[in-house]
């Protein structure tokens, strides 16, 4: 088989597969999904472990191949360029007002905890912030029902030592981050079809056809794990369609397709802009994984389900391990 038919083949391979990968998410009922929120959050937090070690393991060190003393820089650059653009979006179409978080218990309202060494308040002023009170957070909770006049004060007191246990305790927010912007989604789609552009531009240039089999091989190892990853995040989003799922999964396929592509179109041609350019890219599309994963999948996942059952969180802490351990492994297979 010649040169150019194996990247051929190597385009179909990488295309339909992670497309086809990246689909399978989407062809689970929302039903299926009602039945079963645990394991879907489960399953984003294993994606957010494949796409923490992607952007740490696996695309940080290839930085730091070609830019030794900006790499770090340079992912940093990427992660305030996404924080950027979050913060301007939620700014300017006002997501941060509008939009609302879903919870189980009903209207919440933000009080402040008095420590123990406070003078216990009053009941008109157990939901506001005196002046002379020591706090120690702030924290969401329910409103309470009114009480007979009889049980006012034991109700009040009960409320406040909860109020108090729960602020030693807990050190999270139970509030859902903003899950209905699309920011992260977008920022995600854009780093992984960037890094599936780099890569298959890397196959494309390969002068031989054992080297681009072999390349193909460890680029399809993580590829479908990744783009797994994104189907899962993608269809847990209350506003994604099939066909907005549809047509992220073919731009990133269609990512790999384009980079071969452009490669063997370069091939021949010797050009310097690819030693600088490449790179900075590459860490660019890492600090954007690493904002959409430690900033977007984690405190979301975390928060939903912080209060529900107290499992949930040694189950997502695992599925985070998990999903680091595969992804750091394939990619140390890949190199030796």
């Not at 150019?4 to 689909?23: N, P």
Request: with cysteine; hydrophobic share 45%.
């Amino acid at each position: 088989m010649s040169q150019d038919h194996t990247k051929i083949l190597a385009m179909f391979v990488l295309g339909a597969g992670s497309f086809f990968i990246g689909m399978l998410p989407a062809w689970l009922s929302r039903r299926q999904q009602r039945n079963h929120p645990l394991l879907i959050s489960v399953l984003l937090c294993f994606g957010a472990g494949v796409l923490l070690a992607t952007s740490l393991i696996h695309m940080l060190p290839e930085v730091r191949e070609k830019l030794p003393q900006y790499s770090e820089i340079v992912l940093c650059l990427g992660f305030f360029i996404v924080y950027a653009v979050d913060e301007l979006v939620h700014f300017f179409c006002g997501e941060a007002i509008q939009h609302t978080h879903h919870q189980d218990n009903g209207a919440h309202t933000r009080i402040s905890i008095p420590n123990y060494q406070a003078t216990a308040p009053t009941e008109s002023s157990a939901f506001a912030s005196a002046p002379s009170t020591s706090c120690e957070t702030q924290s969401l909770l329910p409103r309470p029902s009114p009480a007979p006049p009889g049980q006012a004060g034991g109700v009040q007191e009960c409320l406040q030592r909860d109020e108090v246990a729960n602020s030693r305790i807990c050190h999270v927010s139970h509030a859902e981050p903003c899950e209905e912007t699309l920011t992260g989604h977008l920022g995600l789609l854009c780093a992984l079809s960037l890094h599936s552009l780099l890569e298959g531009l890397a196959i494309g240039i390969q002068d031989s056809a054992s080297k681009v089999i072999l390349l193909v091989g460890a680029v399809a190892a993580h590829k479908y794990v990744v783009g797994f990853c994104l189907g899962v995040e993608l269809n847990a989003n209350s506003r994604s369609t099939v066909r907005s799922h549809f047509f992220a999964i073919l731009i990133f396929a269609f990512g790999s397709v384009a980079g071969i592509g452009i490669g063997m179109g370069l091939a021949d041609l010797q050009s310097s802009w690819s030693v600088i350019s490449i790179p900075i890219l590459q860490g660019l599309a890492a600090g954007t994984l690493l904002y959409v994963t430690v900033c977007e999948v984690m405190p979301r996942e975390k928060a939903r389900w912080h209060q529900r059952r107290r499992s949930a969180g040694i189950a997502q802490f695992l599925a985070v391990i998990i999903g680091f351990i595969i992804l750091t492994a394939i990619n140390m297979f890949i190199n030796e």
